[in-house]
């Protein structure tokens, strides 16, 4: 059963990332996060959203990106979403150093950042209807 939920919608511009990271990052600190879940919670939905901008609409600004989140009970799932390229091998798209845009001397890492620091990472594409990342964290319980 759903505790709580927020959805946000914004463009897809580069300057809007903060804003998702911090959003997110002030929607579950009802939880009471330790400072080292909330590090983690941004640095995936940061990875998640520049996917979104730079891979599903190649810095096409005036595209939007969506986020869901909801807490169940101590678990948080982070659901970032466009309707970009999509990805047309998602698993080679997870493999560390993999990128589709060497030209912007990408690191290639950014599904390997949010499978670091969240318990779950699925991924849903289809090519030219956009891309769903679906993330969970569990937080620590409160001592």
Do not use: W
Request: with cysteine; net charge negative; hydrophobic share 40%.
């Amino acid at each position: 059963m759903i505790d709580n939920k927020m959805k946000i919608e914004f463009l897809s511009k580069s300057e809007n990332e903060a804003f998702a990271r911090v959003a997110v990052a002030s929607f579950v600190a009802q939880l009471d996060p330790t400072m080292d879940e909330i590090t983690d919670i941004k640095t995936a939905v940061s990875e998640a959203v520049t996917n979104s901008i730079i891979h599903g609409y190649e810095n096409k600004p005036e595209n939007t990106v969506a986020i869901l989140c909801c807490i169940e009970g101590r678990t948080v799932t982070v659901v970032v979403e466009d309707s970009g390229v999509g990805i047309s091998n998602i698993e080679e798209a997870r493999e560390p150093l993999y990128t589709s845009r060497p030209d912007l001397e990408r690191s290639g890492m950014g599904f390997t950042m949010m499978e670091t620091f969240m318990d779950e990472v699925e991924v849903f594409s289809e090519k030219n209807k956009g891309t769903k990342v679906v993330m969970k964290k569990i937080f620590k319980a409160i001592s």
